[in-house]
């Protein structure tokens, strides 16, 4: 599982939600992505947290060559496609929370 924070506007959280209720909508990262194994570290961005779970999707794992290695930095590749599972709003922490579950597309 990874967790990606970020600073989203209310009409992309609305995408995100249109999305988590057709599971046959995907979407796909289209650059680099940084994101964490570290949950607490992702929480320190934006009003949004991003919770990953990974089927076999291609990621990098930066810790060993990263400056900050307590960040456990991993780098989500382009073209790794998600599906939105559920948009939830956390009201002790004031986040929107997205759940994505991360493939590799076989085109």
Same mark, same amino acid.
């Given at each position: 599982?990874?967790?990606?924070?970020?600073?989203?506007?209310?009409?992309?959280?609305?995408?995100?939600?249109?999305?988590?209720?057709?599971?046959?909508?995907? #979407?796909? !990262?289209? $650059?680099?992505?940084?994101? &964490?194994?570290?949950?607490?570290?992702? =929480? @320190?961005?934006?009003? %949004?947290?991003?919770?990953?779970?990974?089927? #076999?999707? !291609?990621? $990098?794992?930066?810790?060993? &060559?990263?400056?900050?290695?307590?960040? =456990? @930095?991993?780098?989500? %590749?382009?073209?790794?496609?998600?599906?939105?599972?559920?948009?939830?709003?956390?009201?002790?922490?004031?986040?929107?929370?997205?759940?994505? =579950?991360?493939?590799?597309?076989?085109?």
């Amino acid at each position: 599982t990874l967790y990606r924070g970020a600073e989203l506007k209310p009409q992309q959280i609305a995408t995100y939600e249109k999305m988590a209720k057709d599971s046959d909508k995907c #979407g796909s !990262f289209q $650059a680099f992505s940084s994101c &964490s194994q570290n949950s607490e570290k992702a =929480e @320190e961005f934006g009003n %949004t947290l991003f919770i990953m779970k990974l089927d #076999g999707a !291609f990621t $990098a794992d930066l810790r060993e &060559s990263s400056e900050y290695p307590n960040e =456990e @930095e991993e780098l989500i %590749t382009p073209g790794v496609c998600f599906s939105v599972k559920k948009v939830e709003f956390d009201r002790k922490t004031n986040k929107h929370v997205i759940y994505l =579950e991360l493939f590799q597309n076989s085109w």
